[in-house]
Protein backbone atom coordinates (compact mmCIF):
# COMPACT_ATOMS: atom_id res chain seq x y z
CA UNK A 1 0.00 0.00 0.00
CA UNK A 2 1.78 3.53 -1.11
CA UNK A 3 1.83 5.47 2.30
CA UNK A 4 1.55 9.02 0.81
CA UNK A 5 -1.78 8.03 -0.97
CA UNK A 6 -3.35 6.60 2.37
CA UNK A 7 -2.17 9.79 4.33
CA UNK A 8 -3.62 11.82 1.62
CA UNK A 9 -7.13 9.94 1.89
CA UNK A 10 -7.04 10.16 5.78
CA UNK A 11 -6.59 13.96 5.59
CA UNK A 12 -8.99 14.60 2.95
CA UNK A 13 -11.59 12.00 2.28
CA UNK A 14 -12.05 10.08 5.52
CA UNK A 15 -15.78 8.78 5.40
CA UNK A 16 -18.48 9.95 7.60
CA UNK A 17 -19.62 6.22 7.86
CA UNK A 18 -20.42 3.18 9.63
CA UNK A 19 -17.44 1.46 8.86
CA UNK A 20 -15.21 4.37 7.80
CA UNK A 21 -12.04 1.88 7.06
CA UNK A 22 -13.87 -0.26 5.13
CA UNK A 23 -14.75 2.31 2.79
CA UNK A 24 -11.37 3.83 2.74
CA UNK A 25 -9.76 0.21 1.46
CA UNK A 26 -12.59 0.25 -1.09
CA UNK A 27 -11.52 3.72 -2.78
CA UNK A 28 -7.69 2.92 -2.36
CA UNK A 29 -8.11 -0.79 -3.76
CA UNK A 30 -7.06 -1.92 -0.33
CA UNK A 31 -8.60 -4.60 2.47
CA UNK A 32 -10.09 -3.59 5.77
CA UNK A 33 -7.59 -5.60 7.38
CA UNK A 34 -4.38 -3.81 5.47
CA UNK A 35 -5.99 0.22 6.18
CA UNK A 36 -6.66 -0.53 9.84
CA UNK A 37 -2.77 -2.29 10.27
CA UNK A 38 -1.12 0.45 8.30
CA UNK A 39 -3.23 3.43 10.15
CA UNK A 40 -2.25 1.80 13.79
CA UNK A 41 1.14 1.53 12.18
CA UNK A 42 1.15 5.21 11.36
CA UNK A 43 -0.17 6.49 14.55
CA UNK A 44 2.35 3.94 16.46
CA UNK A 45 5.58 5.47 14.06
CA UNK A 46 4.24 8.91 15.41
CA UNK A 47 3.68 10.18 11.73
CA UNK A 48 -0.32 10.66 12.74
CA UNK A 49 -0.82 12.63 15.29
CA UNK A 50 -5.07 11.74 15.81
CA UNK A 51 -7.60 11.18 13.65
CA UNK A 52 -10.59 13.83 14.91
CA UNK A 53 -12.66 16.69 13.70
CA UNK A 54 -11.69 20.56 13.22
CA UNK A 55 -14.21 23.21 14.60
CA UNK A 56 -15.01 26.59 13.82
CA UNK A 57 -14.48 28.27 17.31
CA UNK A 58 -16.99 31.40 16.41
CA UNK A 59 -19.70 28.55 14.93
CA UNK A 60 -19.81 27.05 18.58
CA UNK A 61 -20.02 30.43 20.31
CA UNK A 62 -16.14 30.71 21.20
CA UNK A 63 -13.62 32.89 20.37
CA UNK A 64 -9.67 32.30 19.78
CA UNK A 65 -6.72 34.25 19.78
CA UNK A 66 -2.49 33.92 19.06
CA UNK A 67 -0.99 34.71 22.44
CA UNK A 68 2.61 35.80 22.35
CA UNK A 69 4.69 36.52 25.92
CA UNK A 70 8.35 37.14 27.01
CA UNK A 71 9.24 35.18 30.08
CA UNK A 72 12.40 34.70 31.34
CA UNK A 73 14.28 32.23 29.41
CA UNK A 74 15.25 30.22 32.99
CA UNK A 75 11.40 29.40 33.42
CA UNK A 76 10.42 29.29 30.27
CA UNK A 77 9.57 25.62 30.47
CA UNK A 78 7.68 26.17 33.49
CA UNK A 79 5.66 28.50 31.88
CA UNK A 80 5.09 26.53 29.05
CA UNK A 81 3.54 23.84 31.57
CA UNK A 82 1.15 26.18 32.94
CA UNK A 83 -0.24 27.44 29.99
CA UNK A 84 -0.44 24.26 28.24
CA UNK A 85 -2.78 22.91 31.45
CA UNK A 86 -5.69 24.77 29.92
CA UNK A 87 -7.91 23.00 27.98
CA UNK A 88 -8.30 25.86 25.42
CA UNK A 89 -4.91 26.18 24.63
CA UNK A 90 -4.53 23.72 21.20
CA UNK A 91 -0.59 24.95 20.00
CA UNK A 92 2.03 26.15 22.36
CA UNK A 93 5.55 26.73 21.23
CA UNK A 94 8.77 28.23 22.42
CA UNK A 95 10.17 30.66 19.32
CA UNK A 96 13.10 32.38 18.45
CA UNK A 97 12.63 35.79 19.37
CA UNK A 98 12.03 38.69 22.16
CA UNK A 99 8.75 37.19 22.26
CA UNK A 100 9.71 33.26 22.95
CA UNK A 101 6.32 31.72 23.96
CA UNK A 102 3.74 31.33 21.76
CA UNK A 103 0.26 29.67 22.22
CA UNK A 104 -3.10 29.45 20.74
CA UNK A 105 -6.18 29.53 23.08
CA UNK A 106 -9.78 29.08 22.46
CA UNK A 107 -13.18 29.79 25.24
CA UNK A 108 -16.49 30.39 25.24
CA UNK A 109 -17.57 33.24 24.33
CA UNK A 110 -18.37 34.23 28.15
CA UNK A 111 -14.82 34.51 28.91
CA UNK A 112 -12.35 37.36 28.04
CA UNK A 113 -9.13 36.87 25.79
CA UNK A 114 -7.31 39.11 27.57
CA UNK A 115 -8.24 38.34 31.55
CA UNK A 116 -8.01 34.68 30.15
CA UNK A 117 -4.15 35.21 29.17
CA UNK A 118 -3.45 37.08 32.71
CA UNK A 119 -4.49 34.08 34.32
CA UNK A 120 -2.71 32.32 32.36
CA UNK A 121 0.65 34.68 32.65
CA UNK A 122 0.11 35.94 36.31
CA UNK A 123 3.22 39.05 36.61
CA UNK A 124 3.89 38.40 32.95
CA UNK A 125 3.93 42.01 31.55
CA UNK A 126 4.83 41.90 28.24
CA UNK A 127 2.17 40.14 26.48
CA UNK A 128 0.28 40.53 23.13
CA UNK A 129 -3.15 39.26 22.45
CA UNK A 130 -3.63 38.82 18.57
CA UNK A 131 -7.08 37.39 17.89
CA UNK A 132 -7.68 36.87 13.58
CA UNK A 133 -9.34 39.73 12.33
CA UNK A 134 -9.33 37.93 8.93
CA UNK A 135 -8.77 34.58 7.58
CA UNK A 136 -7.35 34.28 4.49
CA UNK A 137 -6.49 30.26 4.77
CA UNK A 138 -6.51 27.49 7.21
CA UNK A 139 -5.32 23.92 5.35
CA UNK A 140 -2.47 22.24 7.43
CA UNK A 141 -2.48 19.05 5.56
CA UNK A 142 0.66 17.04 4.40
CA UNK A 143 1.65 14.14 2.08
CA UNK A 144 5.43 12.99 2.55
CA UNK A 145 7.26 14.23 -0.89
CA UNK A 146 5.04 17.05 -1.26
CA UNK A 147 4.07 20.28 -0.18
CA UNK A 148 0.94 21.30 1.94
CA UNK A 149 -2.07 21.56 0.02
CA UNK A 150 -3.34 24.63 -1.17
CA UNK A 151 -6.32 27.02 0.34
CA UNK A 152 -9.31 24.29 -0.23
CA UNK A 153 -12.02 26.63 -0.49
CA UNK A 154 -14.37 28.58 -3.42
CA UNK A 155 -13.44 31.64 -1.18
CA UNK A 156 -9.64 32.72 -0.30
CA UNK A 157 -11.36 35.21 2.64
CA UNK A 158 -13.28 33.51 4.75
CA UNK A 159 -15.78 35.07 6.89
CA UNK A 160 -15.03 35.45 10.78
CA UNK A 161 -18.44 35.99 11.36
CA UNK A 162 -21.09 33.51 10.68
CA UNK A 163 -25.23 32.47 12.34
CA UNK A 164 -24.81 31.61 15.93
CA UNK A 165 -25.59 27.64 16.62
CA UNK A 166 -27.39 26.94 20.00
CA UNK A 167 -25.81 23.39 21.01
CA UNK A 168 -28.40 21.63 22.67
CA UNK A 169 -26.93 18.82 25.17
CA UNK A 170 -26.59 16.04 22.42
CA UNK A 171 -25.08 18.79 20.16
CA UNK A 172 -22.51 19.52 23.43
CA UNK A 173 -21.41 15.73 23.45
CA UNK A 174 -21.13 15.38 19.73
CA UNK A 175 -19.17 17.99 19.38
CA UNK A 176 -16.69 16.84 22.26
CA UNK A 177 -16.81 13.31 21.02
CA UNK A 178 -15.62 14.35 17.90
CA UNK A 179 -13.21 16.43 19.13
CA UNK A 180 -11.84 13.18 20.38
CA UNK A 181 -9.29 10.94 18.99
CA UNK A 182 -10.93 8.40 17.10
CA UNK A 183 -10.13 4.87 16.89
CA UNK A 184 -8.93 2.52 14.78
CA UNK A 185 -11.41 0.16 14.58
CA UNK A 186 -13.82 -1.47 11.87
CA UNK A 187 -16.62 0.18 13.67
CA UNK A 188 -15.02 3.25 14.99
CA UNK A 189 -17.50 5.50 15.31
CA UNK A 190 -19.68 2.88 17.14
CA UNK A 191 -16.94 2.81 19.76
CA UNK A 192 -16.33 6.41 20.16
CA UNK A 193 -20.68 7.12 20.66
CA UNK A 194 -20.93 4.29 22.99
CA UNK A 195 -18.03 6.33 25.64
CA UNK A 196 -20.05 9.69 25.32
CA UNK A 197 -23.34 8.18 25.82
CA UNK A 198 -24.59 8.27 22.17
CA UNK A 199 -25.17 6.01 19.49
CA UNK A 200 -23.59 5.54 16.27
CA UNK A 201 -26.42 6.93 14.39
CA UNK A 202 -26.53 9.95 16.54
CA UNK A 203 -23.15 10.53 16.10
CA UNK A 204 -22.85 10.64 12.72
CA UNK A 205 -25.77 12.31 11.81
CA UNK A 206 -24.68 15.44 13.33
CA UNK A 207 -20.85 14.73 12.18
CA UNK A 208 -22.20 15.36 8.47
CA UNK A 209 -24.92 17.90 9.50
CA UNK A 210 -21.75 20.03 11.30
CA UNK A 211 -19.74 19.48 8.16
CA UNK A 212 -22.33 19.93 5.55
CA UNK A 213 -23.16 23.34 7.64
CA UNK A 214 -19.69 24.70 8.64
CA UNK A 215 -19.62 23.87 12.19
CA UNK A 216 -16.90 21.01 11.67
CA UNK A 217 -14.55 22.35 9.23
CA UNK A 218 -13.23 18.58 8.61
CA UNK A 219 -12.96 15.65 10.21
CA UNK A 220 -9.61 13.56 9.60
CA UNK A 221 -6.02 12.81 10.19
CA UNK A 222 -3.43 15.63 11.43
CA UNK A 223 0.25 14.67 10.54
CA UNK A 224 3.64 15.27 12.67
CA UNK A 225 4.33 17.43 10.17
CA UNK A 226 7.96 16.78 11.37
CA UNK A 227 7.80 13.14 10.70
CA UNK A 228 7.12 13.34 6.94
CA UNK A 229 10.16 15.92 6.41
CA UNK A 230 8.82 19.06 6.97
CA UNK A 231 11.52 19.81 9.60
CA UNK A 232 11.52 23.58 9.62
CA UNK A 233 8.18 25.76 10.41
CA UNK A 234 8.88 29.12 10.34
CA UNK A 235 5.65 31.77 11.44
CA UNK A 236 6.55 34.60 9.16
CA UNK A 237 5.31 37.78 10.25
CA UNK A 238 4.40 40.63 7.70
CA UNK A 239 4.07 44.55 8.03
CA UNK A 240 1.17 45.39 4.83
CA UNK A 241 -0.16 48.75 4.88
CA UNK A 242 -4.05 48.41 5.97
CA UNK A 243 -5.03 48.98 2.19
CA UNK A 244 -3.23 46.40 0.57
CA UNK A 245 -4.04 43.51 3.32
CA UNK A 246 -6.73 41.92 1.53
CA UNK A 247 -4.94 41.72 -1.50
CA UNK A 248 -1.71 40.36 -0.76
CA UNK A 249 -3.37 38.15 2.02
CA UNK A 250 -5.11 36.82 -0.49
CA UNK A 251 -1.64 36.34 -2.61
CA UNK A 252 0.06 34.64 -0.03
CA UNK A 253 -2.83 31.92 0.62
CA UNK A 254 -2.31 30.90 -2.55
CA UNK A 255 1.31 29.78 -1.59
CA UNK A 256 1.38 26.02 -1.33
CA UNK A 257 3.79 26.01 1.72
CA UNK A 258 1.57 28.14 3.77
CA UNK A 259 -0.72 26.53 5.74
CA UNK A 260 -2.28 29.35 7.34
CA UNK A 261 -2.53 33.28 6.70
CA UNK A 262 -4.64 35.18 9.18
CA UNK A 263 -4.79 39.54 9.74
CA UNK A 264 -4.10 40.31 13.49
CA UNK A 265 -4.21 43.44 15.12
CA UNK A 266 -1.16 45.56 15.77
CA UNK A 267 0.92 46.96 19.22
CA UNK A 268 3.25 50.16 19.23
CA UNK A 269 5.92 47.51 19.94
CA UNK A 270 4.52 45.00 17.11
CA UNK A 271 3.50 46.45 14.01
CA UNK A 272 3.15 43.41 12.04
CA UNK A 273 -0.20 42.44 10.92
CA UNK A 274 -0.29 39.75 8.40
CA UNK A 275 0.99 36.21 9.90
CA UNK A 276 1.42 33.31 7.49
CA UNK A 277 2.70 29.75 8.87
CA UNK A 278 5.21 28.17 5.93
CA UNK A 279 6.33 24.76 6.10
CA UNK A 280 9.90 23.35 4.68
CA UNK A 281 12.38 20.47 4.85
CA UNK A 282 15.31 23.21 5.83
CA UNK A 283 15.27 26.70 7.26
CA UNK A 284 17.30 27.94 4.02
CA UNK A 285 14.25 26.45 1.63
CA UNK A 286 11.71 28.46 4.27
CA UNK A 287 13.68 31.47 3.39
CA UNK A 288 13.27 31.40 -0.17
CA UNK A 289 9.85 30.57 0.20
CA UNK A 290 10.04 34.13 2.05
CA UNK A 291 12.11 36.39 -0.22
CA UNK A 292 9.75 34.90 -3.35
CA UNK A 293 6.64 35.79 -1.49
CA UNK A 294 7.94 39.51 -0.53
CA UNK A 295 9.34 40.25 -4.12
CA UNK A 296 5.88 39.57 -5.70
CA UNK A 297 3.69 41.07 -2.72
CA UNK A 298 6.43 44.12 -2.96
CA UNK A 299 6.73 44.24 1.09
CA UNK A 300 10.08 45.11 2.54
CA UNK A 301 9.46 44.15 6.30
CA UNK A 302 8.59 40.93 8.06
CA UNK A 303 10.31 38.56 10.08
CA UNK A 304 10.56 34.81 10.27
CA UNK A 305 10.41 33.22 13.81
CA UNK A 306 10.94 29.95 14.12
CA UNK A 307 9.39 27.17 16.63
CA UNK A 308 12.70 25.25 18.74
CA UNK A 309 10.13 23.88 20.84
CA UNK A 310 6.86 22.00 20.70
CA UNK A 311 5.14 22.20 24.15
CA UNK A 312 1.40 21.02 23.00
CA UNK A 313 -0.35 20.55 19.80
CA UNK A 314 -3.70 18.90 20.62
CA UNK A 315 -7.32 19.48 19.78
CA UNK A 316 -9.44 21.80 21.50
CA UNK A 317 -11.77 20.10 23.66
CA UNK A 318 -14.96 21.55 23.21
CA UNK A 319 -17.12 21.44 26.41
CA UNK A 320 -14.77 19.54 27.94
CA UNK A 321 -15.86 18.62 31.99
CA UNK A 322 -11.86 19.98 32.25
CA UNK A 323 -13.52 23.33 31.42
CA UNK A 324 -15.22 23.89 35.09
CA UNK A 325 -12.60 24.76 37.34
CA UNK A 326 -11.59 27.22 34.22
CA UNK A 327 -14.59 29.13 34.03
Known amino acids: MDEGTLLKSLQYDFPLVSRPYAALAQQLGQTETAVLAHTRDLLERRIIRSIRAFFDAARLNHRS ?74 DARFTPGHESAKVSVDESVLPLQHDRFEPDPIDKLAVYALSQHLPVAERAFAESAVRFGLTEEVLLERARFYLRCGIMRRFGATLNHRRVGFIANGMTVWVVPSHRVEAVGQLFAGVSAVSHCYERPVYPNWPYNLFTMIHGQTREEVAQTVQSMAATAEINEWAILYSTVEFKKAAVSYYDPAWSEFL
Open 65 to 138: ALVAAHVPEGHLSQWASRVSAHPGVSHNYAREHHYNLWFTITIPDSMDLHETAARLLPGVEDVLVLPALRLFKI
